[in-house]
């Protein structure tokens, strides 16, 4: 396992893997696998803590919960709410009249399918149960309802539909745009999720997908779930807020078709 060229980013992701798989490891045996210095071990800990990833602990780390489960809809929908917001506007404005929209769950999204009541003669694909919710019943006046198609499948702890028969509806279907949130984000492992499921879920979305369009806040810079979904070069637009650092800035904008960097500044 030792291997002095991993990067810092690379060995990161191991030790993450490390955590969740075992549940607890020590800093001896990392610095003994990684073939690293004590220090450098615990510099990582203290990155990856800082992420949530894990907690660390007297000698070592143990699983961070929230970094293997997906926190409930609820919880999340008042994190970066400002963020969330402007990124949403931004998200909103590239949807034309008559076009085919595919929604993926999460608060992000949900956040853009408010901006898209008033939009005419859409078609919404959808694996999100609040944003079922949302078209049924708060369909602007006098605006044409949009038809929308709710793929089906098992229930998520974000009330996003997953499985083989989301899977099987969405593989069916053909959509212009798809707007999809994302647990976390890094050049390495691209966009990833914490549920198997729902990273299968998405790469089905974006198989049928003309435009990608993930929405994503700075906090989820640095993340990473248990499953990558996609590559930085299958995203075609970007929408981030100016919270997002320099560095990844840079990065996004060489790796993504367009980045969109929202003026609202982190709170």
């Known amino acids: 396992m030792a291997d002095q060229g991993l990067l810092a980013q690379q060995r990161r992701a191991l030790i993450v893997e490390s955590v969740r798989r075992e549940g607890a490891v020590r800093v001896a045996d990392l610095v003994a696998a990684f073939d690293v210095s004590d220090m450098t071990i615990r510099r990582d800990l203290d990155v990856l803590a800082g992420k949530g990833l894990l907690e660390k602990v007297h000698g070592g780390a143990v699983t961070a919960s929230r970094s293997t489960e997906e926190p409930g809809f609820d919880a999340k929908s008042t994190l970066e709410s400002t963020a969330k917001a402007e990124i949403a506007a ?150 981030t807020d100016a919270g997002m650092p320099p560095d990844a800035q840079s990065v996004l904008a060489d790796r993504v078709g367009e980045l969109v960097v929202v003026d609202s500044p982190a709170k």
């Open 90 to 239: 931004a998200a909103a404005a590239l949807v034309r009249p008559g076009s085919v929209v595919a929604l993926g769950g999460g608060t992000t999204t949900y956040a853009v399918a408010k901006r898209l009541l008033g939009i005419p003669d859409l078609t919404i694909l959808t694996n999100s149960l609040p944003i079922e919710v949302l078209f049924r019943s708060h369909a602007a006046p006098g605006a044409q309802a949009p038809v929308v198609l709710l793929t089906g499948g098992s229930s998520t702890r974000s009330q996003a539909l997953v499985g083989p028969v989301a899977e099987h509806t969405i593989m069916s279907l053909h959509a212009d745009q798809l707007i999809l949130g994302t647990h976390g984000v890094t050049e390495e492992e691209g966009l990833t999720s914490p549920g198997l499921a729902e990273s299968q879920t998405n790469r089905a979305f974006i198989a049928r997908a003309r435009q990608v369009v993930v929405v994503a806040d700075h906090t989820k810079w640095g993340a990473i779930g248990l499953s990558s979904f996609a590559r930085l070069d299958q995203v075609g637009c970007f929408i």
